[in-house]
């Protein structure tokens, strides 16, 4: 099951049921799109216990034509790099070791 924007919605109105609806969402995709307008600017974005995003840059590379094998150029372009936090990471492992 994915964990999708709505689903986050739905947990921050059931939290705070003295909040509007609609105040939650704005709310939501005003921090998403603060998110986004700084990595678009090239900013690094550190959201601590959780883990940091920064554009990339990839270069133009050399890549095969799936539908004949002729070899194109394929032009570089902007990414999108996610690290985990080393919070986060422990949390992780700590609870994949425990179900061992």
């Known amino acids: 099951m994915s964990f999708v924007k709505s689903r986050i919605l739905n947990q921050l109105a059931n939290s705070y049921p003295n909040f509007l609806r609609r105040d939650l969402e704005k709310t939501l995709n ?4 603060e998110i986004i307008k700084a990595i678009a600017k090239g900013e690094n974005v550190q959201i601590r216990g959780f883990g940091s995003f920064k554009s990339r840059r990839l270069k133009t590379r050399i890549g095969r034509n799936p539908k ?4 194109i150029e ?11 936090s ?3 990471f422990q949390k992780l492992n700590q609870d994949t070791n425990q179900d061992e």
Do not use: N
């Open 86 to 88: 080393k919070e986060l």
């Open 74 to 84: 394929i032009p570089a372009k902007q990414s999108v790099q996610w690290k985990i």
């Open 30 to 33: 005003l921090v998403l799109d």
């Open 68 to 71: 004949d094998g002729s070899r």
